[in-house]
């Protein structure tokens, strides 16, 4: 393995590695601890040096005059502009050893450390994980936790990816949260944000400007992907978090914008790469990807998430057909349809708005995740309102049963495993008045475009849209022990049902009837035996013959109901 070209890396001893790369730097110094040291240039403008050194020193880059942190940076002194601090994780006691858990089983809880819990740190959310163990989660998948500027925000505004945020606490509370889900049998994903730098605090283009393009993306420059500089940055970054903290994997953020002119083949390496430096365990990989190609699940990746589901379903509840629901507004219970016998709705068949996405059912039933909702649809309302919120108890307890027991990979967002109504807000935290203003204006103007109502929406930047997007404690104790217990039957069902039949193998695509315009009698076939989905989602679908493992509601009568069963 080639060393390190980016940060802080201890060798041995009381001996370390600065690198950086910056081309156009004349002269580049390490201050460490109040120290100057002289920098070695290499040929490509990768600047180095060995010396002594030791854990929880601060340092900083001096290039042509500056001070700037170390973009590698694992640990800041305070914010993302100031000094860098040393970090050796090898000091961390793992306890035992973590053989990880096959992909099949992965029952995903997505979860944000800010709003998780009222203290909004690594080690308040470790005291929780018990109860997620017991439910039946499988898998943490954490919302971004890369060093941003501020005290509050969702964390895909970072600017020291390999840092994390200090609000949540030092990375030993991380690795503690990390251990002490694994020895409860969870696994832990991080959602790692590669595409683009925050707004707010980002120095590199003022010491590495070679780091981005002259392309543009709705966060700002693009990164310059096609530089090998650029993607060894990011390789490094991966492959910290994955060791460092002991991780099972990645939730890659927005990858259709990693452009490296080579068909993505800097992401193909690093799944290669990343799977080679584990072989003693599973890591899972997911993608979210807007382009709908199965190229990414076909070399390296386990899984996308799977927007088609999630917007059609959205539409089909709500009638909602505003911004990125109008591609789904002309049909969305036809297009339910679709996403579950191929598992995605747009697989380049002609359509009324551009043609997106390829054929994709042949991949295994497990290379989607769906969910009935995320951060991203119920934060980016201009009031945050969950799913249950707009359609109503039934209705939701109906598809979160259904989520749970079809063959698709599961994901929930913190507070839907007991129904929570609590919104989900935007929020962040500007470092001065003038970027506040910036960031209200252009929330109101980005909502109101797509057809939102943006009076009374809360501030943005205020510390209230943070404050109420905790989902917990529930208003209603007793509803939220029921739907938990329901969480836990469905998971349990999970375990017990459907797992053993994506272990088997799957058998061609699914297959969908429609007893009436909206209900649905679905078919999936494995070796091991036959899954059969009958879902009512607004008019009855009738008498259904055959053993149930699951009912909810009267499929005769009620217009919102489930029957689940398994044939040989």
Not at 89 to 94: A, G, K, M
Not at 129 to 150: K, N, R
Not at 534 to 549: D, N
Request: aromatic share 10%.
């Amino acid at each position: 393995m080639t060393a390190p070209l980016w940060g802080a890396v201890p060798l041995q001893a009381d001996e370390w590695r600065f690198g950086l790369w910056a081309p156009s730097a004349a002269d580049v110094a390490l201050r460490l601890d109040g120290t100057l040291h002289t920098m070695t240039r290499g040929p490509d403008g990768a600047w180095q040096i060995t010396c002594p050194a030791r854990a929880n020193l601060p340092y900083m880059f001096h290039v042509d005059g500056t001070d700037y942190p170390d973009p590698a940076s694992r640990l800041q002194v305070d914010g993302p502009e100031g000094p860098s601090l040393t970090v050796d994780p090898s000091q961390f006691d793992w306890g035992s050893h973590w053989q990880g858990r096959p992909f099949e089983e992965a029952v995903i809880f997505e979860l944000h450390i800010g709003t998780f819990t009222t203290e909004g740190t690594f080690e308040a959310a470790t005291h929780r994980l018990a109860d997620l163990a017991a439910m039946g989660v499988t898998v943490i998948e954490l919302m971004p936790v890369s060093q941003f500027s501020g005290a509050r925000g969702w964390g895909y505004d970072g600017v020291l990816i390999r840092a994390p945020q200090p609000e949540y606490g030092a990375p030993d509370a991380m690795r503690t949260l990390v251990r002490t889900a694994q020895e409860l049998g969870m696994a832990v994903l991080l959602d790692l944000v590669m595409n683009h730098f925050g707004p707010f605090g980002n120095l590199l283009p003022s010491y590495v400007p070679e780091m981005f393009s002259d392309r543009a993306t709705p966060w700002g420059a693009a990164i310059d992907f096609a530089r090998p500089q650029v993607q060894a940055f990011f390789h490094e970054a991966a492959m910290g978090w994955l060791h460092d903290y002991r991780l099972d994997g990645f939730r890659f953020d927005a990858v259709h914008q990693i452009r490296d002119g080579r068909n993505q083949q800097v992401m193909r390496d690093l799944a290669r790469d990343l799977r080679a430096s584990a072989p003693d365990r599973p890591l899972h990989l997911i993608c979210e990807d807007e382009r709908n190609l199965p190229s990414l699940r076909e070399n390296g990746y386990d899984a996308e998430w799977n927007d088609d589901w999630h917007n059609a379903l959205h539409v089909a509840l709500t009638g909602e057909r505003q911004g990125y629901y109008s591609r789904f507004a002309n049909a969305p219970f036809d297009h339910l349809a679709r996403a579950m016998a191929r598992g995605q709705v747009d697989e380049g068949q002609p359509s009324p708005e551009e043609p997106r996405g390829a054929p994709s059912a042949h991949l295994p039933w497990t290379a989607f995740i769906n969910s009935n909702l995320t951060h991203d649809q119920v934060g980016n309302r201009a009031h945050g309102e969950r799913l249950i919120s707009l359609v109503g108890e039934t209705p939701a307890r109906v598809i979160h049963a259904a989520l749970l027991l079809m063959p698709f990979v599961p994901m929930l967002f913190m507070g839907e495993e007991e129904g929570s109504t609590a919104p989900f807000h935007f929020f962040c935290d500007p470092p001065d008045d003038d970027s506040c203003e910036a960031v209200r204006k252009g929330r109101r103007t980005e909502l109101t475009g797509i057809g939102y109502e943006v009076d009374g929406m809360l501030d943005p930047c205020g510390e209230a849209a943070f404050a109420v997007s905790r989902p917990y404690p529930a208003e209603d104790a007793d509803r939220a022990a029921a739907w938990r217990d329901l969480t836990r039957r469905l998971i349990d069902l999970r375990m017990t049902h459907i797992v053993p039949l994506l272990r088997s193998g799957k058998i061609g695509d699914g297959t969908v009837s429609r007893p009436t315009a909206r209900s649905y009698d679905a078919a999936w076939r494995f070796e091991g035996g036959t899954l059969r989905v009958c879902l009512a989602l607004g008019t009855p679908l009738g008498v259904v013959a055959g053993m149930p493992i699951f009912t909810m509601g009267d499929l005769a009568r009620d217009a919102f109901a489930l029957h689940v069963e398994i044939t040989s």
